[in-house]
């Protein structure tokens, strides 16, 4: 059975303001006071602290495409808040956009998300036409279990293969147990048939080139744990279990955004997660941070500095602060624009730091 966690919409109204406050706090500092209302600095002022008075972008490097927030699943972490009752797909229009700018502007990776991007109808030909038009990397972040879920994903891991698509897929643990309770009951049986159908066709396989990536994410109000450690407890375990093979795992931490937060909220650990992110705060972070060299388009063809921002609806704007649209990409001002910062940007910056290649130092 799939899990979700039901709000009523004055709840909902009140967590979405409480994340909007920490926007509000953070881009309109004139005066005010420089901590939010748990008392804990802005992102802004402890990032100035480091010499870093804001987060500016280096080369563009990597296009993230959210195809939509429909997915087969419902995991009470996910950022995104999607689900199979979500309707938000991108249109034909914008993913042809996506390609072209990524073939004008030369951009190496296009990093393809959702929901489960494999469930939108244009996915196949989004997938191949990038393939042809030569884009270096094709990342696409499948939740595995979509491959097992019905028989028109049957060949998905063929046409992965054949597209030399990078395959990254969340499992936050090697037990049933620990999987099933954040993703639903059942999932970590899917991912493993889903692991075995990649493995059989090469995927993660020893001197194959098709790589397979895991990635990892904290049960509860924790922080993620050390990633080199973890790749090798995963490994062991996955092979010794079962006899998958993969490449490299990504540790993340989760954010205080969308389903995470009303966790967080919900069991009265909001405060102290909080707390945990901003104690951990590691300067050497702020180099590799996933912002600095990706822009992240939504459903509707409007850009942001990430995924977690667009979940916060942080778009990027322009000199009249009007969202742009990817109609109105235009390298040179973003190359000069100021990355958009509030108290998730915690999540990373804790530890080792967070972001969607795992670890940044
Ligand atoms: S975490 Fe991934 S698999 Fe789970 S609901 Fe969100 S998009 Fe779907
Ligand atoms: S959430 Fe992370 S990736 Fe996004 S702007 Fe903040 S620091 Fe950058």
């Given at each position: 059975m799939l899990q979700s966690l039901k709000y009523n919409k004055h709840e909902l109204s009140l967590l979405k303001q409480r994340e909007l406050l920490f926007v509000k706090l953070e881009n309109n500092t004139?005066?005010?006071?420089?901590?939010?209302n748990l008392g804990l600095s802005l992102f802004s002022e402890k990032i100035a602290e480091y010499n870093y008075p804001e987060l500016i972008p280096e080369k563009l490097e990597i296009l993230q495409?959210?195809?939509?927030?429909?997915?087969?699943q419902s995991c009470s972490h996910c950022h995104v808040d999607a689900g199979p009752d979500r309707r938000e797909l991108m249109s034909l229009e914008t993913l042809d956009l996506c390609l072209d700018l990524a073939r004008k502007h030369a951009i190496p990776t296009i990093d393809i998300t959702g929901g489960?991007?494999?469930?939108?109808?244009?996915f196949c030909y989004f997938v191949s036409q990038a393939h042809k038009q030569g884009v270096k990397e094709i990342i696409v972040r499948s939740n595995l279990t979509i491959l097992v879920s019905h028989s028109k994903y049957e060949d998905m891991p063929k046409f992965f293969r054949d597209n030399q698509v990078r395959v990254v897929s969340s499992l936050p643990c090697y037990t049933a147990e620990n999987t099933d309770k954040q993703r639903g009951d059942g999932v970590f049986e899917k991912s493993i048939a889903a692991l075995k159908k990649l493995n059989a066709i090469g995927?993660?396989?020893?001197?194959?080139?098709l790589c397979l990536d895991l990635v990892y994410n904290p049960g509860g109000p924790f922080l993620a744990g050390e990633q080199s450690q973890l790749e090798s407890d995963y490994k062991r375990e996955l092979n010794d279990n079962f006899g998958i093979q993969f490449n490299s795992l990504f540790a993340l931490n989760n954010l205080p955004i969308n389903r995470f937060l009303e966790f967080l909220l919900k069991n009265g650990h909001y405060n102290k997660y909080m707390q945990t992110l901003v104690s951990a705060?590691?300067?050497?972070t702020l180099s590799g941070l996933m912002c600095r060299n990706t822009i992240s388009i939504d459903y509707q063809g409007y850009l942001y500095d990430c995924d977690f921002n667009q979940m916060l609806e942080m778009s990027i704007k322009d000199s009249s602060q009007k969202a742009i649209h990817i109609k109105d990409f235009n390298l040179e001002y973003l190359a000069n624009r100021k990355i958009l910062t509030a108290q998730h940007c915690y999540g990373c910056t804790a530890g080792a730091g967070s972001s969607c290649q795992g670890s940044v130092v």
């Open positions: 004139e005066g005010a006071d420089k901590s939010d495409v959210n195809l939509g927030y429909l997915c087969n489960a991007p494999e469930m939108h109808p244009h995927y993660g396989m020893a001197g194959s080139k705060f590691n300067p050497a």
